[in-house]
């Protein structure tokens, strides 16, 4: 029997996905570790947390994507062989 390759992923035996963490931003949206989200600076109270600028979350880098936005996963059709 000849093989073909897979129509999934053309060969490849991967997929490029969005990331479903960030949904493709490559950023995510955390908690400000250092007033906890509250955007009060910790120690001053009355002034706004230096870190988020009072806002109380910060921009991270995703880690699953490692911020490009797009995730390499295996392709479930062929099993990674790229072969149907
Ligand atoms: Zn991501
Ligand atoms: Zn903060
Ligand atoms: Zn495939």
Redo the contacts with the bound molecule.
């Keep these: 029997m000849p093989s073909a390759e ?1 129509e ?2 053309a060969g490849v ?1 991967t997929l490029e996905t969005t990331c479903e963490v960030c949904e493709g931003v490559g950023t995510v949206v955390d908690e400000c570790q250092t007033c906890r989200g509250t955007g009060c600076d910790p120690i001053e109270m009355h002034k706004d947390c230096s870190v988020c600028d009072g806002g109380g979350v910060v921009n991270d880098g995703c880690v699953a994507c490692r911020g490009s936005g797009q995730v390499t996963v295996f ?1 479930e ?2 099993e990674g062989s ?1 072969q149907a």
């Design positions: 897979c999934t992923c035996g392709c059709t062929c790229g």
